[in-house]
C-alpha cells in the first residue's frame, strides 16, 4: 500500500513554544492531505483539509491561526501548533491516498505532541 | 448527536471465541463505510471496506443495514492478535468520520 510518514513521531515542549509536524507521501503525490486530531479514548477528529497550492479548509471549531497548514509541494503538508497549550496536548495524524485509490485512506504513524 | 456511534467496549474474550459488535451512524446519504483497527498508540489501518451485501474477509465478516443505519463487525475464532481497537468509519464526500472505537481484548 502507499506510504505516508510523519515527523517528528513525538514532542515534548513547553506551554507557549510553536511545534511543527510534517507529513510526507512517499511513492505518490497527494493533493489533498488531512489532519485530525485524537484524545485518548476518543475518535479522530477531522481537522482541516490540506490542499496543494491553495488555503486550508478548516472544520467547524478549529482556529486557523492557531493550526496554521501548508502544503507547498504534492508530497508535503505541515502542521503548525502555535503558541502551544497543553490542552493542545494530543496525538495528531495525517491521512491521504493516492490519486487511482478511492477506497482506502492511508495514515501516517502519528505525532504524539506534549505540551508542558 | 455523533455522526458515528459505537459501543466502546471493552470486549474480553478467549481465543477461539467469536465476538461481534456495531455501529450506527447518523447521515442517511453516507456513500461507504469501513472498518478500521488501530493498536494501542499506533496510526489506524484498514480492516475491509464494508459493501451493501455484505462481505467476508477470513475470519471477518462485515455487514450493512442501511434502513437501520448501522454496520456491524464479526470476528470468528478469535487470536489473540486481534486485539485492537476496532473503529467504524463513515465516508461522504471523502471525508471520513470515525467512531470512537470498539476495544476488543482476546485471552489465552
Known amino acids: 500500500g502507499a506510504v505516508v510518514s510523519q515527523h517528528p513521531s513525538w514532542v515534548i515542549c513547553k506551554s507557549g513554544t510553536s511545534v511543527k509536524i510534517e507529513c510526507r507521501s512517499l511513492d505518490f503525490q497527494a493533493t489533498t492531505m488531512f489532519w485530525y486530531r485524537q484524545f485518548p479514548k476518543q475518535s479522530l477528529m477531522l481537522m482541516a483539509t490540506?490542499?496543494?497550492?491553495?488555503?486550508?479548509?478548516?472544520e467547524q471549531g478549529v482556529e486557523k491561526d492557531k493550526f496554521l497548514i501548508n502544503h507547498a509541494s504534492l508530497t508535503l503538508s505541515t502542521l503548525t501548533v502555535t503558541s502551544a497549550h497543553p490542552e493542545d496536548s494530543s496525538f495528531y495524524i495525517c491521512?491521504?491516498?493516492?490519486?487511482?485509490?478511492?477506497?482506502?485512506?492511508?495514515f501516517g504513524p502519528g505525532t504524539r505532541l506534549t505540551v508542558l | 448527536r455523533k455522526e458515528v456511534e459505537q459501543d466502546p467496549g471493552p470486549f474480553n474474550v478467549p481465543e477461539g471465541a467469536t465476538v461481534a459488535f456495531n455501529c450506527t451512524y447518523s447521515?442517511?446519504?453516507?456513500?461507504?463505510f469501513f472498518w478500521y483497527r488501530q493498536d494501542c498508540r499506533k496510526e489506524p489501518k484498514l480492516l475491509m471496506s464494508?459493501?451493501?451485501s455484505g462481505n467476508e474477509d477470513g475470519r471477518f465478516t462485515a455487514q450493512l443495514n442501511r434502513a437501520s443505519q448501522y454496520i456491524s463487525l464479526l470476528i470468528r475464532d478469535s487470536k489473540l492478535s486481534d486485539s485492537a481497537t476496532y473503529l467504524c468509519v463513515v465516508n461522504d464526500d471523502y471525508k471520513l468520520s470515525f467512531g470512537a472505537g470498539t476495544t476488543v481484548t482476546v485471552r489465552a
Open positions: 447521515n442517511s446519504a453516507s456513500q461507504s
Open positions: 491521512s491521504t491516498r493516492p490519486a487511482s485509490v478511492y477506497n482506502e485512506q492511508f
Open positions: 464494508v459493501y451493501s
Open positions: 490540506s490542499n496543494e497550492g491553495s488555503k486550508a479548509t478548516y
